[in-house]
Each structure stands twice: as structure tokens, then as C-alpha cells.
């Protein structure tokens, strides 16, 4: 079975400085793992994927993750945070089940807040 | 393309009341996912399609809930009937899977913001 795990529920940081929200995983197979976004009110966003290419994947806003597969990591950071980033992040983690049928499982999901 | 719609987005209902959600998928996107977000149990997958054929649906609460494909462009998840518990943001999302590879991007609908009084 799989699942994921997110290690905070609240962040909280400074505009302009890092950013860091950590996932935690665990996969039968080779996973492909996923971030997206949600702002207030609306749907959620695809920010990143990784699926077994390149361990460090760059999305949009400038935000990147890193697969670990030793740590079974992929947390995802970002240099300088912006007040836009204020949101709710998910991590996601979408494996092929014994019987292969696809089953994406969520993490619990953190909150950013970026103070002024 | 305008991405995954979904209507209303917003429902007000009262208990005991039918309550349909619907959903169009994006053009050639042959998955569909039908979601529930509560900030007691977070993102929940209902029940998913492959091309027009429900091929999950264990994360159907009970048999309050339905849902139909009959086609490529549209799907509906019913309330019949409607509780207050079941209130809630609904999402659609859809998918276009490779031969052979797992986690395709899922791209997400606004959601349907359901209130049952």
C-alpha cells in the first residue's frame, strides 16, 4: 500500500526567504510523486511531477522538489518566497496497484503563510 | 483548451433534496475522478472512469451517492438523498494515460461547493 505523508501542517515564513515543505512516501513500486497548490477558493493546481527521469525537477513559480528515494523524500522548496505563494501544498503519490488499476493517494496537505 | 468544468459551483440544498454535480473532462482525456475535500478528512477519491467505465468506486460513502459516464465529455456525481454531512468541496479532475505508465498528471476542475442545510 502507499501513502505519504506530510510533516507539517502550518509554515510559516518571511517574503524573501526560504522555503521548505517536507513529504514523506511510501511506494510498493516506482512511484511518480506530485505537488500541487490550492489557493483560497479555487481548484488545485499541478505545481511539479517527478517520474523516474530526473531526481531534482523544477516547476513553475519557481519552486523545485528533489526525490530521495533513500530517504523516501520529495520535499520541495523554493529560494525566496513571494506573498503569492500563500496557499494550501499537496503532496501526492501515484502508484500502480497489485491489480493495476491506478490509485493516487494526497497527503494531509501544509498550509504557507508568508509574512510581510 | 478551458480545462476541466465543472456546475454549478456553487449548491445551497436542503437535506433530504437530490443534488447533481457535474462534471466535462478535458477533450481526449480518457480518466475521470470524482473527489471530496473536508477539513476533517481532506482530499478523498470517490470513484474513477476509464474511458466511460467506472473502474473504482470503494471510495463511495454509501449508497446515497451515484456516478454516470455516459459519455467523454461529461460525467455526474448524484446526492440522493442529500444529508448535511455530505457538505462539502467536490472536485472532477481528468487524466490522459500513456500505454504502460502510472501517475499522469491529473489536471483539477474549481470544484463544486456543496451546503446542505
Known amino acids: 500500500a502507499q501513502s505519504v505523508t506530510q510533516l507539517d501542517s502550518h509554515v510559516s515564513v518571511s517574503e524573501g526567504t526560504p522555503v521548505l515543505l517536507r513529504c514523506n512516501y511510501s511506494?510498493?513500486?516506482?512511484?511518480?510523486l506530485f505537488w500541487y497548490v490550492q489557493h483560497p477558493n479555487k481548484g488545485l493546481q499541478l505545481l511539479l511531477k517527478?517520474?523516474?527521469?530526473?531526481?531534482l525537477v523544477k516547476g513553475i513559480n519557481g519552486f523545485e522538489a528533489e526525490f530521495k528515494k533513500s530517504e523516501t523524500s520529495f520535499h520541495l522548496t523554493k529560494p525566496s518566497a513571494h506573498m503569492s505563494d500563500a496557499a494550501e501544498y499537496f503532496c501526492?503519490?501515484?502508484?500502480?496497484?497489485?491489480?493495476?488499476?491506478?490509485?493516487?493517494?494526497f497527503g494531509s496537505g501544509t498550509r504557507l503563510q508568508v509574512q510581510p | 483548451d478551458a480545462g476541466v468544468i465543472q456546475s454549478p459551483r456553487h449548491e445551497v440544498t436542503e437535506m433530504g433534496q437530490e443534488v447533481t454535480l457535474r462534471c466535462k473532462p478535458i477533450?481526449?482525456?480518457?480518466?475521470l475522478f470524482w473527489y471530496r475535500q473536508t477539513m476533517m478528512r481532506g482530499l478523498e477519491l470517490l470513484i474513477y472512469f476509464n474511458n466511460n467505465v467506472p473502474i473504482d468506486d470503494s471510495g463511495m460513502p454509501e449508497d446515497r451517492f451515484s456516478a454516470k459516464m455516459p459519455n467523454a465529455s461529461f460525467s455526474t456525481l448524484k446526492i440522493q438523498p442529500s444529508e448535511p454531512r455530505d457538505s462539502a468541496v467536490y472536485f472532477c479532475a481528468s487524466s490522459f494515460a500513456r500505454s504502460g505508465r502510472s501517475g499522469d498528471t491529473q489536471y483539477f476542475g474549481p470544484g463544486t461547493r456543496l451546503t446542505v442545510l
Open positions: 511506494s510498493s513500486y516506482s512511484p511518480s
Open positions: 501526492v503519490v501515484s502508484d500502480r496497484m497489485d491489480t493495476g488499476r491506478r490509485a493516487l493517494t
Open positions: 477533450s481526449g482525456h480518457d480518466y
Open positions: 517527478y517520474t523516474s527521469a530526473a531526481t
